[in-house]
């Protein structure tokens, strides 16, 4: 029979999961107290990290409409709710676990789709949005660059050949 409070909870959960960009599902079997709150540290901003029990996890996943991590909730299992960038917060993820071996990544899910933790590892290698974007941005620049450059070497041509000719007959006189 459910209580008031796990229904909360329950509830509670199913609003993050609805509310995030996306959801990475760690195993923290290991960590200390102030490693957490470090990972929490880490991921503020870009994501909250929570301890949830299983079976409240996975009632909550389905209450959200997010289906196929049921697999992912065994063992003691945290949720870090991305409400930023999953890029960022799969890097602080990422870069958590290298420095401490007591935290897996077991999955989690991005736009509705479920992702493996190796799929979470290649999101982590992505550059950030803002680095993307200055490349995009430093491509159509140079596009720019190139067309501006094209209209003006026909004139540019034009110019040397009349003074080429010009010098030419000054020398000739």
């Given at each position: 029979?459910?209580?008031?409070?796990?229904?909360?909870?329950?509830?509670?959960?199913?609003?993050?999961?609805?509310?995030?960009?996306?959801?990475v599902i760690t195993?923290?079997?290991?960590?200390?107290v102030p490693q957490?709150?470090?990972?929490?540290?880490?991921?503020?901003?870009?994501?909250?990290?929570?301890?949830?029990?299983?079976?409240?996890?996975?009632?909550?996943?389905?209450?959200?409409?997010?289906?196929?991590?049921?697999?992912?909730?065994?063992?003691?299992?945290?949720?870090?709710?991305?409400?930023?960038?999953?890029?960022?917060?799969?890097?602080?993820?990422?870069?958590?676990?290298?420095?401490?071996?007591?935290?897996?990544?077991?999955?989690?899910?991005?736009?509705?789709?479920?992702?493996?933790?190796?799929?979470?590892?290649?999101?982590?290698?992505?550059?950030?949005?803002?680095?993307?974007?200055?490349?995009?941005?430093?491509?159509?620049?140079?596009?720019?660059?190139?067309a501006a450059y094209?209209?003006?070497?026909?004139?540019?041509?034009?110019?040397?050949?009349?003074?080429?000719?010009?010098?030419?007959?000054?020398?000739?006189?």
């Open positions: 029979m459910a209580t008031p409070d796990k229904v909360a909870a329950v509830e509670e959960i199913a609003n993050r999961f609805r509310d995030s960009n996306a959801v195993e923290y079997r290991g960590l200390s957490l709150a470090e990972l929490r540290r880490t991921l503020s901003g870009a994501a909250t990290y929570r301890v949830a029990k299983n079976t409240l996890t996975a009632l909550a996943a389905k209450d959200a409409g997010v289906e196929g991590l049921d697999d992912l909730f065994v063992g003691p299992t945290a949720i870090a709710f991305v409400t930023g960038d999953p890029v960022e917060a799969a890097k602080g993820l990422k870069e958590f676990s290298k420095k401490n071996d007591s935290l897996v990544i077991k999955g989690g899910v991005l736009d509705g789709n479920v992702l493996t933790a190796e799929e979470i590892g290649k999101l982590a290698d992505l550059e950030s949005r803002e680095v993307l974007l200055a490349k995009a941005a430093g491509a159509m620049k140079a596009t720019l660059f190139g094209l209209f003006q070497a026909p004139i540019a041509q034009a110019a040397r050949a009349v003074d080429a000719l010009r010098a030419k007959q000054e020398d000739a006189a």
